[in-house]
Each structure stands twice: as structure tokens, then as C-alpha cells.
């Protein structure tokens, strides 16, 4: 797979590492564990969404653009990614966020991601609902401005995970590990996509499981699918047939960025075994689908972490109920 057809900034620190889980292993234990580290991969305090932007803000630089603008919920990890990316690269940033998720107090509404966005100087727009959403996508809209999609999930935004596949699947080929399964948390879905696409065209023998936080697997399952169809046309190759992929959605709970018991016995469960912090909105809900694989499995099962621990601090309340001092 070439992908130097694309134009792309650096923004990254690859490749991630791939951690034995020992710890966490000997706790579910089934199979070998690992943890593909992209939550430490650099700029803005890490995430998965930096893969995608290099390929996205690379566009973006190539059409002479001179202004960002993305969409998210006031936590969103990509809005505090994008923001930290265009600070470095000299862009204007406009986060246009939605207050859609059933969260409220002080530490959701003005601390965690939303202080970082301020603080790489992004100018940060609450919007009630998507009509004044609307409104102010079209005051902010000029024409030197770029406009990227939720979570970066495009089928260019996807080719970031492409590239992630091939460097992850090499690390365990380094092992001696041919047959795996990968659990990726999926949101707006080219994480996913990128990993699935990526796995089929290199004819790898494991299973990738998508873990959705938000959507219901079908809708999921269809995002993905699309994802991977407009990754695949972008590099000239057939559609996939993601046999190979698995998508569900019970590990949600209430819905999207609302947290569940379950993701607090994992985020626990992953900081007394190995010292790993996970977010409650996204690594914290697939980590649950990841721990039942892992118990029950009979080959080794990676664990792509995609980052997010600012967003912990917006859930800071919740957070100390559980486990701050009495």
C-alpha cells in the first residue's frame, strides 16, 4: 500500500509501541494481551485522531488553506487534537461543539479537553443544537477555510488507520504473532475502518472487533463499511469484504459519553494491573468488550488504545465518587 500519493505533515511519533500486558493478562486470564499504545504518540496530548489529521491537514495545506473548522461534543478529543495540530502548523482553529451529551457541572463544561482547546488557541463556539450549529458553521465559513468532518472520519481521515494497520501488523509479525484479534474502540468509525481495510489488503489472518461507544452496531457496521469503500477507491482498490470484522454495540450503555459501572471496573482494572489510564468515553466502553474477548480467547488479543485522558477530567465528579479518598 503507497500512500505517498497524499500529501501529509508530520504530527505523530511512529510507530507506537505495541506493550506486553503481563498484569492484565494474568487477570483475565486467557490468552497474551497487548496494548498498542497511541495514546503517547506526542502532540497535544496523544490520541488516534493525529493519524488521521496528517493525511487530512496535509489536504489542507495542499489547497492553501488557512483556517480549520470540525465539529464535536464538548469533550471531544478530535476538537482538542485539531486544535493543538493547527497551533503547530500556523492554522486558525474554529471548534463549533454541541452540548449534546447528557453531562453538566463545572468539570464537564470547563475543564478537560475544553480547557485544552483554549489553551492552544482555538476559537471554541457552544452550540445548543444544530441549528444554531448551523448558524455558526456559516459565520465561520470562508473561503480559505477547510471544513473536516466529525471525528476526522473520512475515507481520507481513514488512510491514517491504513497506515496504523500496517505498522501494527508488522509489530506482531516481529513477535512471532500471526493470528490475533485487535479490539479498537469506534465512534465516528475510520479508526475502525482504517484498521479493517488495512488488515484485509494485507491478507492477515486475525479478526478485528469494533467496539462501538455510540452508535447501534448496525448503524456502526455501516459506517464502517462506507469508510472502507471510500478509503479502498482513494488507493484504487476494490471495496473489502470485511469478513474479518465484527462490530457491536452492547457495551454502550445509555449512550454515547455516558458512563457505565462496567467501564469503571475496567478503567480500574487497567491502572492496578498496568498502570494504563483509560477515558470513560471511549477507551474506558471498549475495554469492557475487550476484557470479555480476552477471558474467553484462545489467541493473543491487542488492545488499541486511541487515547483521550483529558477527557477523564471532565468526568472529575464522577471520577472521585469512585475513587478519591473517603
Known amino acids: ?33 497487548l496494548l498498542k499504545r497511541d495514546d503517547v504518540n506526542g502532540l497535544g496530548a496523544g490520541g ?42 500556523g492554522l486558525r482553529c474554529e471548534l463549533v461543539l454541541t452540548a449534546k451529551v447528557p453531562m ?3 468539570a464537564y463544561e470547563r475543564s478537560g479537553n475544553i480547557v485544552l482547546d483554549h489553551l492552544f488557541g482555538a476559537n471554541v463556539h457552544i452550540c445548543a443544537d444544530a441549528d444554531e450549529t448551523a448558524a455558526v458553521y456559516e459565520e465561520v465559513n470562508h473561503p480559505g477555510a477547510v471544513t473536516l468532518p ?5 475515507g481520507l481521515g481513514t488512510l491514517g488507520y491504513v497506515a496504523a494497520a500496517v505498522e501494527l501488523v508488522g509489530q506482531l509479525t516481529d513477535r512471532g504473532i500471526g493470528e490475533a484479534t485487535i479490539v479498537v474502540p469506534d465512534g465516528s468509525g475510520a479508526t475502525a475502518a482504517g484498521i479493517a481495510l488495512g488488515t484485509e489488503l494485507l491478507g492477515w489472518p486475525g479478526r478485528v472487533h ?12 455501516q459506517a464502517l463499511e462506507v469508510l472502507c469503500a471510500d478509503a479502498a477507491a482513494l488507493l484504487g482498490v476494490p471495496a473489502p469484504e470485511l469478513a474479518h470484522v465484527t462490530v457491536t454495540d452492547d457495551t454502550v450503555g445509555d449512550g454515547y459519553g455516558v458512563p457505565t459501572p462496567q467501564m469503571w471496573d475496567v478503567l480500574e482494572l487497567f491502572a492496578r494491573t498496568e498502570g494504563v489510564l483509560l477515558d470513560p468515553v471511549y477507551t474506558g466502553k471498549a475495554a469492557v468488550k475487550f ?34 479518598p473517603a
Open 150 to 154: 466529525v471525528g476526522g472520519s473520512n
Open 104 to 106: 453538566t457541572g463545572d
Open 210 to 221: 469494533a467496539a462501538s461507544v455510540s452508535h447501534t452496531a448496525a448503524d456502526a457496521r
Open 291 to 324: 476484557r470479555e474477548i480476552a477471558a474467553s480467547g484462545d489467541v493473543p488479543v491487542v488492545f488499541l488504545h486511541t487515547g483521550g485522558l483529558p477527557g477523564f477530567y471532565g468526568y472529575a465528579a464522577e471520577a472521585v465518587a469512585r475513587f478519591g
Open 1 to 33: 500500500m503507497d500512500l505517498s500519493a497524499f500529501p501529509r505533515v508530520a504530527l505523530g511519533s511512529w510507530p507506537t509501541p505495541l506493550d506486553d500486558a503481563p498484569g492484565l493478562t494474568a487477570a483475565l486470564g486467557g490468552p497474551p494481551v
Open 48 to 89: 488516534n485522531k493525529l493519524r488521521k489529521l496528517e493525511f487530512l491537514l496535509g489536504q489542507a495545506l495542499a489547497q492553501g488553506a488557512d483556517t480549520i473548522i470540525t465539529f464535536g461534543a464538548l469533550q471531544t478529543n478530535h476538537g482538542r487534537q485539531t486544535a493543538a495540530a493547527c497551533a503547530k502548523l
